[in-house]
Each structure stands twice: as structure tokens, then as C-alpha cells.
């Protein structure tokens, strides 16, 4: 799935990515997150990602482990 096709808006996914970023608590949460914002930064709204993906993120941004 796209990003546009989750949020409403690319501003509502870099809010969620700047979330993640301040709660990634290990290396691999940090680097899970740069390589989403990277591809983010590369395609925008058109960046495919997996639910399973948009879980992760999700749970990192929301502080769980």
C-alpha cells in the first residue's frame, strides 16, 4: 500500500515519522525509521509500505517495545 492511500496527508505521515524518531529506544528501531523517512524523502506520498511496516512504525512512535 502507499502512504496516501493510510494518511491523509503527508504532513500527518511526517508528524508519525517524527514521533518514531524521538522514541526509537534501540539501533534497529533507529534505523528501521531512517530507512522509512528516506524513502519517504525519496517518493513522498507515493512510498509503498507494508501494514506490518505502518504497525511498527506506529508502535515505535507510540512509545511500546
Known amino acids: 500500500m502507499k502512504i ?3 494518511y491523509s496527508d ?3 505521515f511526517e508528524g508519525l515519522l517524527v514521533d518514531a ?3 526509537a529506544s534501540t539501533e534497529w528501531k533507529r534505523q528501521f525509521v531512517d530507512d522509512i ?3 519517504f524523502e525519496k517518493y513522498g506520498g507515493d512510498t509503498f509500505v507494508s501494514e506490518k511496516q505502518i504497525a511498527t512504525l506506529e508502535k ?3 512509545g511500546e517495545s
Open 37 to 39: 523517512r528516506e524513502r
Open 21 to 23: 524518531d524521538s522514541n
Open 4 to 6: 496516501c492511500d493510510t
Open 60 to 62: 515505535i512512535a507510540g
Open 10 to 12: 503527508d504532513e500527518e
